[in-house]
């Protein structure tokens, strides 16, 4: 075997082929784009380079793509789709403000703003028809599909502060899954279904805020806390295998995508530019295919 083959094979599990990828906001273009790069802080490419700023990507099985919010210079709006292979189209999403596409690509979620209050809805892609689901007059944002599309969760300050809630699609039966002195922000369903892990955000003996990962059982609410520090972790997302979580953190002053073990060990600073990077997201390894 010639050296450079040999070296080849020792690389492979650090740079790219074997492990998912993370796409990711980031600034270190001069504008705010989306990059890749590898789990273990392998090479980064560049995904977007629009007039504007793009955020906010969600990797979507049935396009096998990244869908992104994108905002051009003259502020118009829209939410596009990059498929790794170079090709990037904007999606109808019908008028709706917000367009949370499942993961068959059959429905999507959307938010209705009336005041102070948001409500949730769903609308099937292919009709076009939509109703609302989530009514109750509060305000109910972040909503996040379950893999397999039997469940959606929300936040909701209905009962005075930001807590976890399920909506059932089959059902129509919504449950409080958490019950905390301060709140609950950010979310990742794990690929099983019946977890999912969140942040809680709440002061110590100090009063120093922080917030903690924890993880929750839809079907028996049990709890289990993930990390315990005086650190932040914001922007979740659980691998497509479940075995890690990606996260934004601010550590020594800088912003950066980092991985820790589902148990809570082993923590991993993942993009090195001297740069904002945040809002990461999992694609998985057959998304190239």
């Known amino acids: 075997m010639k050296v450079s083959s040999f070296l080849f094979l020792l690389l492979l599990p650090f740079y790219g082929i074997a492990q998912h990828e993370i796409a990711y906001l980031t600034n270190q273009s001069g504008n705010f784009d989306l990059f890749l790069i590898n789990e273990n802080g392998g090479p980064v490419q560049q995904l977007t380079s629009n007039p504007g700023w793009d955020w906010g990507p969600v990797w979507n099985a049935s396009l096998k793509a990244v869908l992104y919010n994108s905002s051009d210079t003259a502020n118009q709006f829209s939410i596009r789709a990059f498929d790794l292979k170079g090709s990037d189209k904007v999606i109808d999403t019908k008028g709706l403000e917000e367009f949370i596409l499942s993961p068959s690509g059959k429905y999507a979620l959307y938010t209705l703003k009336d005041n102070q209050n948001r409500y949730i809805g769903i609308m099937d892609v ?3 028809s939509n109703r609302l689901l989530v009514t109750d007059p509060s305000y109910n944002s972040r909503a996040k599909w379950s893999p397999d599309e039997q469940y959606f969760s929300f936040i909701s300050d209905r009962d005075g502060n930001g807590e976890l809630y399920i909506y059932q699609i089959t059902t129509g039966i919504t449950k409080r899954l958490t019950r905390s002195e301060k709140r609950e922000k950010y979310t990742s369903w794990l690929p099983n279904s019946q977890e999912i892990v969140y942040t809680y955000h709440y002061s110590d003996e100090r009063d ?24 932040f972790y914001q922007e979740i997302a659980v691998s497509p295998d479940g075995k890690k979580i990606a996260f934004h953190a601010k550590r020594k002053g800088e912003d950066h995508i980092y991985t820790i073990d589902i148990d809570g060990k082993n923590e991993q600073q993942i993009t090195k530019a001297k740069a904002y990077h945040g809002e990461p997201c999992w694609v998985p390894k057959e998304g190239r295919k």
């Open 126 to 128: 292919n009709s076009g």
């Open 208 to 231: 120093k805020e922080h917030n903690d990962l924890f993880s929750v059982n839809i079907l028996t609410q049990e709890t289990r806390q993930i990390t315990d520090d005086t650190a």
